[in-house]
């Protein structure tokens, strides 16, 4: 069993930063990938980054440049740094941890970008 908890959303201006934290306890050696995801207003969620254990980071193009995923191994933490924001990127932001046939989720936390 791993388990996900999110940090570090809340309301910013179009244009500044936030720095979202997933603390991960549980099981975590058995994770292979750790990554982001994020569901907007009606949208379908989508992925924004991930991470492999390995070091490898993935990121969906339109977060090319303005977010950045990163882990601290001793805190068994990921982030995610975003910069540059927008209100498109107004979303539920989830944590997500890919294990050897099962995948966990975290509940999320709200970022609100104004125009």
């Known amino acids: 069993q791993v388990r996900l908890v999110e940090s570090g959303g809340g309301l910013v201006q179009a244009g500044g930063s936030l720095r979202l934290s997933c603390a991960a306890s549980?099981?975590?050696?058995?994770?292979?990938?750790m990554g982001w995801y994020r569901q907007g207003p009606r949208k379908q969620r989508e992925l924004v980054a991930t991470?492999?254990?390995?070091?490898?980071?993935n990121y969906r193009d339109s977060m090319k440049g303005r977010f950045t995923i990163s882990r601290d191994n001793a805190k068994n933490t990921v982030y995610l740094q975003m910069n540059s924001l927008r209100p498109e990127d107004t979303a539920v932001y989830y944590c997500?941890?890919?294990?050897?046939?099962?995948?966990?989720w975290g509940r999320g936390t709200q970022v609100t970008v104004s125009s």
């Open positions: 997500n941890a890919e294990t050897r046939g099962v995948v966990y």
């Open positions: 549980g099981s975590i050696s058995s994770i292979n990938v």
């Open positions: 991470l492999t254990s390995g070091g490898s980071p």
